[in-house]
């Protein structure tokens, strides 16, 4: 993998470079789906609780050796999500729930814990949110431009393409992981309202095609899918508000990134797949 920034995250093919944690998520919502949607008889079993676990622990493994925090998390989320769906007895998922919030817990609190698992930038990140409002020009950079580009925006936003923070570069990695403070600048008020809007619309179509479906796996497709993306849009959002630590988490169908994008839109194919072969086709 190509070195950017202290992590291998990326394969250069050509003039293009591919992410292959992205088509981690797409390949284990298919391979998780198909593994409990066999499993259904046994699903009460602790055993297909752990071995799905199992099924995920080996592509959660290799995206945080990269590292890939954020990435890794979402693989989670995903696993969560596809077994809820899926009828794993609630006792088992809320096992699971408990014992991440330990581990988090652990990882961000105790000193000699966060040593191992977290890196210099991750634990500058937490600081920084901590303190937010103080003079954390080096770890809380973007954060603090980000609400200066919400405060310019106001209620009307500055229009398209007249956004001053944007233009002088002041916040980094704009055109991905912060898009959402352009959104803010150039649209203001109004303009985040409209996305967000469209967002809840968009998930709302998920979750009907996800309750309607009456097959087992098209049903944990269809929810593996909403985890994916409504957690990227959530943490994306929210982390640029500065109600989260900062995380390398693309905004769905807005952040600049070709393998991203192609991973929304494979998840809107898939989707669209679902909804015609769920209804009845008539001649």
Not at 274 to 280: A, G, K
Request: net charge positive; with cysteine; charged share 15%.
């Amino acid at each position: 993998g190509k070195d950017v920034k202290g992590a291998q995250r990326w394969i250069d093919i050509g003039p293009l470079q591919f992410q292959p944690s992205e088509l981690a998520k797409l390949l284990v919502i298919l391979t998780l789906a198909s593994f409990l949607a066999s499993r259904q008889e046994w699903a009460d079993r602790w055993s297909t609780f752990a071995l799905s676990f199992v099924h995920v622990a080996v592509p959660m493994g290799l995206v945080i050796s990269q590292p890939h925090l954020g990435a890794t998390i979402v693989i989670f989320v995903t696993w969560l999500a596809i077994t809820f769906v899926g009828r794993i007895p609630m006792r088992y998922w809320a096992t699971a729930v408990a014992c991440f919030a330990l581990v988090a817990g652990l990882v961000f609190t105790v000193p000699a814990v966060s040593e191992k698992f977290l890196h210099g930038y991750q634990k500058d990140r937490i600081a920084g949110l901590q303190s937010k409002g103080q003079d954390t020009r080096d770890r809380n950079w973007q954060p603090d431009r980000a609400e200066i580009a919400f405060g310019v925006g106001g209620v009307y936003g500055t229009g398209f393409l007249k956004g001053q923070q944007k233009h002088l570069g002041f916040i980094p990695e704009q055109q991905t992981d912060f898009i959402f403070s352009v959104v803010g600048e150039e649209g203001g008020l109004v303009g985040c309202s409209l996305l967000l809007f469209c967002y809840a619309f968009f998930f709302y179509r998920i979750w009907l095609i996800m309750v309607h479906a009456e097959d087992p796996f098209f049903k944990m497709v269809a929810g593996g899918i909403f985890a994916v993306l409504f957690f990227h849009a959530f943490v994306n959002m929210a982390m640029v508000l500065q109600i989260l630590p900062v995380v390398g988490l693309w905004l769905p169908f807005m952040s600049y990134g070709g393998t991203a994008v192609w991973l929304c839109m494979a998840c809107v194919g898939l989707l669209l797949n679902i909804r015609r072969r769920e209804r009845p086709i008539l001649f």
